[in-house]
């Protein structure tokens, strides 16, 4: 598209511009079809302007979209409910795995070596979901991307 913005001159491109947007005169936008109409190049840089015209347009639609979801995530219930579901979450996770180890650790038909072995890979698991959960904590008062839309 480049190539053909520079093939043509800046005040072709400005009536072509405004023929899409509906801001020329009858006379104008008589003119500009003409012109694209026998002119190959002008038609092509239409074409390309009627199309990205169109993708800014369905652009601005998505926007829309996204701002109506986030609208729906930040209502009050919906992150009072988030913030319930991640605690039992991360409260049963919690609970699982200690009850799990506690299980292991003390059934005496298991043996040391295997305790030890899911005793680390519990402890592990543990560690790594507090220290997770930690960060996110840590990073939601000091976010600087925190409201940046994707």
Request: negative net charge.
């Given at each position: 598209m480049i190539d053909s913005v520079n093939q043509i001159s800046d005040e072709k491109f400005e009536k072509l511009?405004?023929?899409?947007?509906?801001?020329?005169?009858?006379?104008?936008a008589q003119k500009v079809a003409l012109q694209i109409e026998?002119?190959?190049e002008y038609k092509l840089l239409y074409q390309e302007l009627s199309t990205m015209r169109t993708e800014i347009q369905s652009l601005s639609l998505q926007q829309q979209?996204?701002?109506?979801?986030?609208?729906?995530?930040e209502e009050p219930v919906a992150k009072t409910s988030r913030i319930f579901g991640f605690a039992l979450l991360t409260?049963?996770?919690?609970?699982?795995?200690?009850?799990?180890?506690f299980k292991i650790f003390t059934n005496?038909?298991?043996?040391?070596l295997e305790k030890v072995?899911?005793?680390?890979?519990?402890?592990g698991s543990l560690l790594?979901?507090?220290?997770?959960?930690?960060?996110?904590?840590?990073?939601?008062k000091s976010d600087k991307y925190r409201r940046v839309k994707i």
């Open positions: 511009s405004g023929y899409l947007d509906g801001e020329l005169t009858q006379q104008e026998s002119d190959p979209e996204l701002e109506h979801l986030e609208k729906l995530f409260l049963s996770a919690i609970g699982i795995v200690a009850y799990t180890l005496p038909e298991i043996g040391l072995l899911v005793g680390a890979m519990g402890g790594l979901l507090i220290s997770v959960i930690r960060q996110r904590l840590i990073s939601l």
